[in-house]
């Protein structure tokens, strides 16, 4: 049997796997979370805990499914026919030197945050076959799984772990190889609260509550941006015009979940031709600080935050994924390394920059730096 594959179950197979009562998934995931506190205060608080994807979880998806194809339209067409032809193969057996250099990049950042005094949660061994075919039922044999971006797995707003569910099949459940970190954090901190957004549904296209991680931008004093990209401005108002991403009633039913936790959720529109997440368009800094391009935004911003200074991000710079960015703390800002204009840009304004070198992951995958983290705790000293 190759790391792929399920065997069929059988009487037999289930009888011994009753008597073995295996209570392990990842050996060793749930122990990394010993003693540590989850909590969030927002985007810019000293970075104290995060949890990494695996290079270990890259099958590449069918980017000709619909729920996939609305991020992978704009892509080159030689790109897209290459993703196409190897659908269902985990990188590594496609371009050894690609995944290589996108798991050097992993260990790279890794190795930034544990030097910023940040503890890294991450597995990186194989999943079981269980897990990397968790997402077939409705893809057939390209549904496989992606966990090497963590940022999937959800948001922490405060004390409150909320799971989250991508867009796209593939990774709507990424973090199942995850879980017993998550139970290690809530058994570590008796104050953390886990929820989650509804189950999508299992049909070729974003419909229902749909929301993503990378949707969100969080502020100071429990404020949560939701961003919503349209392809067309006049989109706004037309709802039957899709989304790049999550969607107006996954916003609301955020709202109801957090607001009872004291936080409030406002929503924003972007332009999705430069990007599917407002996580790779638009860095929060520090206090009175973001960046992203002048033309990117079409709505205005809370009014708490719309006088705020803004880096202009040049789009040649965005392909890179300079607009995913992570802060390590108010005054300290990881950039991927080939972002020079951006960097020099927040440099200039006293921020510590530690470049990553992450441009060859975004250019591959259309998602960096703060897509592959799962921030969950954030809090000054």
């Not at 496609?94 to 250099?101: Q, Y």
């Not at 269980?130 to 496989?144: A, M």
């Not at 993503?212 to 931008?217: H, K, L, M, Y």
């Not at 607001?259 to 520090?286: C, K, S």
Request: net charge negative.
């Amino acid at each position: 049997m190759d790391n792929g594959s399920v065997p069929e179950w059988t009487e037999e197979r289930a009888i011994a796997a009753l008597e073995e009562n295996k209570q392990v998934m990842i050996q060793g995931l749930r122990e990394q979370a010993k003693e540590q506190r989850v909590y969030v205060a927002h985007e810019y608080a000293r970075l104290k805990g995060v949890i990494l994807g695996n290079p270990e979880s890259m099958y590449l998806p069918d980017p000709f499914h619909p729920s996939w194809y609305t991020s992978f339209r704009s892509l080159p067409r030689e790109k897209l026919d290459w993703i196409a032809s190897n659908r269902g193969k985990h990188v590594r057996d496609v371009d050894r030197s690609l995944w290589e250099n996108m798991k050097k990049g992993l260990e790279a950042l890794a190795d930034v945050y544990r030097q910023s005094g940040a503890h890294v949660i991450q597995n990186t061994q194989p999943p079981p076959p269980e897990v990397i075919n968790y997402t077939s039922g409705w893809l057939g044999k390209y549904g496989r799984h992606w966990a090497f971006h963590a940022q999937a797995f959800g948001e922490v707003f405060g004390n409150v772990i909320i799971n989250f569910h991508e867009t796209q099949p593939s990774i709507r459940y990424n973090c199942v190889e995850y879980v017993e970190a998550f139970i290690g954090l809530i058994e570590s901190d008796p104050e953390a609260v886990w929820m989650a957004m509804p189950d999508p549904l299992p049909l070729p296209t974003a419909f229902g509550a749909a929301l993503s991680p990378g949707d969100i931008r969080i502020f100071p004093n429990k404020l949560v941006v939701v961003a919503h990209g349209v392809f067309d401005k006049s989109h706004i108002t037309d709802i039957s015009k899709p989304r790049s991403s999550g969607n107006e009633l996954g916003a609301e039913v955020l709202r109801r979940i957090l607001a009872p936790f004291g936080w409030r959720v406002e929503q924003v529109y972007f332009d999705a031709n430069y990007g599917y997440h407002i996580d790779t368009l638009m860095p929060v800094i520090r206090e009175g600080l973001i960046a992203v391009n002048e033309n990117v935004l079409l709505t205005e911003l809370p009014k708490e935050i719309r006088d705020w200074e803004r880096i202009n991000i040049e789009p040649d710079e965005y392909v890179i994924g300079a607009g995913n960015s992570v802060p390590l703390s108010s005054d300290a800002h990881a950039i991927t390394a080939g972002a020079k204009k951006y960097i020099k840009e927040v440099e200039k304004r006293g921020i510590n920059v530690v470049p990553v070198p992450f441009d060859n992951v975004y250019h591959f995958t259309g998602s960096g730096m703060h897509c592959a983290t799962f921030s969950y705790w954030r809090e000054d000293d």
